[in-house]
T-cell receptor
Framework: QKEVEQDPGPLSVPEGAIVSLNCTYSNSAFQYFMWYRQYSRKGPELLMYTYSSGNKEDGRFTAQVDKSSKYISLFIRDSQPSDSATYLCAMDTGRRALTFGSGTRLQVQP | DAGVTQSPTHLIKTRGQQVTLRCSPISGHKSVSWYQQVLGQGPQFIFQYYEKEERGRGNFPDRFSARQFPNYSSELNVNALLLGDSALYLC?????????FGPGTRLLVL
């Protein structure tokens, strides 16, 4: 069993839709939770970083962490074609050795 | 401010050869980490260096080695290349918990 599970998609939505991306994890030692966006053939770009359970909002993006269920989510409001990319969840125990999910490919149709 | 830079951008090698990849962190960042990303997968942690010392190592064979220089730049070396080493090699720099990735070096082993 992988430490971090993420549905690979692809996920196709119309422009303007609300997108929900999710990861589950098994390691209770994970303390830090991140979402990265990766465009094709580029390096991952940090979108959101959270430490505690609860919600964190930044513009159109909301990150949600539920440590009791070992479940994290990223919501994208008013999705745009430019949001089309692969979204990676990543987690860290504090050792700065990130464990990534396999990524969800998102396609926003104009 | 310049982000994380990596060189070269692309590289083609044959099996059995050796390769050296280079990374310059964001100014002021003292920690550098290396990741391997195989097509269709999330990045996998290889090494973390802080103040020129190895602070963490992932599940990679001894053919992989790295070092960090006094100016905090870093090199990743891979000896005796195998076909399976073909991947995008990512460098990330960090000041605290958040890691910022470079564009990567795409290595193809023939």
């Amino acid at each position: 069993q992988k430490e971090v599970e993420q549905d690979p998609g692809p996920l196709s939505v119309p422009e303007g839709a609300i997108v929900s991306l999710n990861c589950t994890y098994s390691n209770s030692a994970f303390q830090y939770f991140m979402w990265y966006r990766q465009y094709s053939r580029k390096g991952p770009e940090l979108l959101m970083y959270t430490y505690s359970s609860g919600n964190k909002e930044d513009g159109r993006f909301t990150a949600q962490v539920d440590k009791s269920s070992k479940y994290i989510s990223l919501f994208i409001r008013d999705s745009q074609p430019s949001d089309s990319a692969t979204y990676l969840c990543a987690m860290d125990t504090g050792r700065r050795a990130l464990t990534f999910g396999s990524g969800t490919r998102l396609q926003v149709q104009p | 401010d310049a982000g994380v830079t990596q060189s070269p951008t692309h590289l083609i090698k044959t099996r059995g050869q050796q390769v050296t990849l280079r990374c310059s962190p964001i100014s002021g960042h003292k920690s550098v980490s290396w990741y391997q990303q195989v097509l269709g997968q999330g990045p996998q942690f290889i090494f973390q260096y802080y103040e020129k010392e190895e602070r963490g190592r992932g599940n990679f064979p001894d053919r992989f080695s790295a070092r960090q220089f006094p100016n905090y730049s870093s090199e990743l070396n891979v000896n005796a290349l195998l076909l399976g080493d073909s991947a995008l090699y990512l460098c990330a720099s960090s000041l605290e918990e958040t890691q910022y990735f470079g564009p990567g070096t795409r290595l193809l082993v023939l």
